[in-house]
């Protein structure tokens, strides 16, 4: 799951159908190919599905993925049958990387959520769903705009209950107060032993449950921290470079120029003249 969010950011997504399903006693489709990604969620009910030859058993609080490449057997039981809300939808990869767009289709990038997952928040999934079959009902482009924002918050829920049942609450909110610290303290130096006591966690063990559960290690996160804060003051005040380099955490400049072109893409000051050029557009 580590490079879930990672990549669910870079897609977008067009909501081809939405709604809630009951299941008839014994309901069953043998040896269908799905057309489209699609998503299950049961609500109420039992039954199983069949995906590349492996069974799975479903109930409340599974959640099932379906891509164009299975093949799916699908049976609700003939007692408590199968109740779930399902999304059909479409995608390609489109996101910004070092001042450059990039893009996919579909068929060349592998959606990152196959196969049947358990979900804990069992609450919170359900509210975005019914907003997903409501909306369903309507149309024009506002709608439209309102799904794709509801799904992403959907998906959004999926990769934070994932994280959250990677980690047990003790160490995820260790993990949690480091974070906190290094956004409040990013200014002066933090060493990575720091850390990890303030997480009361060995270094190894910190390293690890941080980037198990924000995907990256705690400097590297702490360097885009610092990365994001340095744009925002080239972008909305005249500070040189290397009163910016002081203010997020680096006293040498030259680290920091290389560090942030790393990063960004660009150096500081060749981002600072971007940045005036489209302000005069």
């Known amino acids: 799951m580590r490079n879930l969010s990672l990549t669910l950011n870079k897609l977008t997504f067009s909501l081809l159908l939405a709604g809630h399903k009951s299941c008839p006693p014994n309901w069953n489709r043998q040896g269908k190919r799905p057309k489209f990604h699609s998503l299950w969620y049961i609500t109420k009910g039992y039954g199983e599905v069949v995906i590349n030859g492996k069974k799975h058993k479903l109930q409340p609080g599974k959640l099932v993925v379906f891509t164009p490449q299975m093949i799916c057997d699908k049976k609700a039981a003939r007692v408590h049958p199968l109740e779930f809300y399902f999304v059909r939808f479409s995608y390609a990869m489109a996101f910004e990387e070092k001042d450059s767009w990039q893009f996919k289709h579909a068929h060349e990038v592998t959606f990152p959520l196959q196969g049947v997952y358990t979900i804990s928040n069992h609450s919170a999934v359900i509210v975005l769903l019914e907003q997903l079959n409501s909306l369903s009902n309507k149309h024009g482009s506002t709608v439209n705009m309102q799904q794709k924002i509801v799904f992403q918050e959907l998906l959004l829920t999926f990769v934070e209950d994932f994280q959250s049942q990677m980690l047990n609450g003790d160490s995820k909110k260790a993990i949690e107060g480091t974070i906190d610290y290094m956004v409040n303290h990013y200014k002066n130096t ?14 190894s063990h910190y390293s690890r449950l941080f980037k198990k559960y924000i995907g990256l290690s705690p400097i590297e996160y702490l360097t885009h921290l610092r990365m994001k804060r340095a744009k925002e003051l080239l972008v909305l005040s005249d500070v040189k470079v290397k009163e910016v ?7 040498d400049e030259l680290y920091f120029s290389r560090t942030f072109k790393r990063i960004v893409g660009v150096s500081p000051s060749q981002f ?9 557009i």
């Open 190 to 203: 933090i060493t990575l032993s720091e850390l990890s006591q303030i997480a009361g966690l060995s270094v």
């Open 245 to 251: 380099s002081q203010n997020v955490g680096y006293e």
């Open 272 to 280: 600072c003249e971007d940045q005036k050029n489209l302000r005069s």
